[in-house]
């Protein structure tokens, strides 16, 4: 099995910054998306960003394009969400989450392995 770890979440002023981390344990996969959802309370989980490995895209929803940016360190197994100007209407449990196969989904049902989450809290 695979674990993925996540941590960096925590309490942020709105316009500032947050990297989340997500670390890779276990058995490793040659093709593989990684996805990054969120959910607050009373809401359906959201997809936020992601990468397909195959091709080392990355898709961002609108509600982030341009503020959050995926980053990828491959000797330590770690993916990285880098969060800017961060709003309080982003304030969410993180999720990390893996889709074995290259390409990514917007769907968390066709992820296979997640992270623990990590708390974001964005104050105005």
């Known amino acids: 099995q695979v674990q993925l770890v996540e941590s960096g979440g925590g309490l942020v002023q709105a316009g500032g910054s947050l990297r989340l981390s997500c670390a890779a344990f276990?058995?490793?996969?040659?093709?593989?998306?990684m996805g990054w959802f969120r959910q607050a309370p009373g809401k359906e989980r959201e997809f936020v960003a992601a990468r397909s490995w195959g091709g080392n895209s990355t898709y961002y929803s609108d509600s982030v394009k341009g503020r959050f940016t995926i980053s990828r360190d491959n000797a330590k197994n770690t993916e990285y969400l880098q969060m800017n100007s961060l709003k309080p209407e982003d304030t969410a449990v993180y999720y990390c989450?893996?889709?074995?196969?290259?390409?990514?989904?917007?769907?968390?049902?066709?992820?296979?392995?997640w992270g623990q989450g990590t708390q974001v809290t964005v104050s105005s």
């Open positions: 276990g058995r490793t996969f040659s093709n593989y998306a």
């Open positions: 989450a893996v889709r074995i196969g290259t390409y990514f989904s917007t769907l968390p049902r066709y992820y296979d392995y």
